[in-house]
T-cell receptor, first 115, second 117 residues
Framework: GAVVSQHPSWVICKSGTSVKIECRSLDFQATTMFWYRQFPKQSLMLMATSNEGSKATYEQGVEKDKFLINHASLTLSTLTVTSAHPEDSSFYIC???????????FGPGTRLTVT | AQTVTQSQPEMSVQEAETVTLSCTYDTSESDYYLFWYKQPPSRQMILVIRQEAYKQQNATENRFSVNFQKAAKSFSLKISDSQLGDAAMYFCAYRSAQAGANSKLTFGKGITLSVRP
């Protein structure tokens, strides 16, 4: 159990367009989801914490208007990269927290390439 | 704020040998969790082992064990009988036991482990 999926796994978009990444908890309800960004051979950088039905909490330095996060249900959170630019190219990972568990369950990640 | 330090960027181990990955952390809290995550080339994050700070006994999961030194704020991972499939990036992570579901993971920079056949 405790499976988290992400869609798409890989997306290429043109500079200036927007792209949406979905994160779903498949077999549990996730009151809290987290979005990370990871550059090659680097650590995960937390972008924001997403709670169902409320506004996301962004980490310092993360542009709220560029990275729109919506947590519309207990099983779905979305990250929309607006007006994407080549510097937004990265690997985006979501994780979900289940109930009182200590553990975060990670999605497989989404590779975004902006041309 | 909590910090996690992994000072070794890379390590290499011979297949079937034992390797220890180091991690130190800094916190003023007394109750927290520590984790080791593995990220293979697929980039899927995999939980290797966890340690609750209130437990004195070191956690063990098959070939993986930790040396948790709370006073020294040290949390090293020992991999015994290394296998080719252990080659990956390994991250040490800290999570406060407070703040419930909103409690964030703080990651170290990671270490790339290679396994020589």
């Amino acid at each position: 159990g405790a499976v988290v999926s992400q869609h798409p796994s890989w997306v290429i978009c043109k500079s200036g367009t927007s792209v949406k990444i979905e994160c779903r908890s498949l077999d549990f309800q996730a009151t809290t989801m987290f979005w990370y960004r990871q550059f090659p051979k680097q650590s995960l950088m937390l972008m924001a914490t997403s709670n169902e039905g409320s506004k996301a909490t962004y980490e310092q330095g993360v542009e709220k208007d560029k990275f729109l996060i919506n947590h519309a249900s207990l099983t779905l959170s979305t990250l929309t990269v607006t007006s994407a630019h080549p510097e937004d190219s990265s690997f985006y990972i979501c994780s979900a927290h289940r109930g009182t568990s200590y553990e975060q369950y990670f999605g497989p990640g989404t590779r975004l390439t902006v041309t | 704020a909590q910090t996690v330090t992994q000072s070794q960027p890379e390590m290499s181990v011979q297949e079937a040998e034992t390797v220890t990955l180091s991690c130190t952390y800094d916190t003023s809290e007394s109750d927290y969790y520590l984790f080791w995550y593995k990220q293979p080339p697929s980039r899927q994050m995999i939980l290797v082992i966890r340690q609750e700070a209130y437990k004195q006994q070191n956690a063990t999961e098959n070939r993986f064990s930790v040396n948790f030194q709370k006073a020294a704020k040290s949390f090293s991972l020992k991999i015994s009988d290394s296998q080719l499939g252990d080659a990956a990036m390994y991250f040490c992570a800290y999570r406060s036991a407070q703040a419930g579901a909103n409690s964030k993971l703080t990651f170290g920079k990671g270490i790339t482990l290679s396994v020589r056949p």
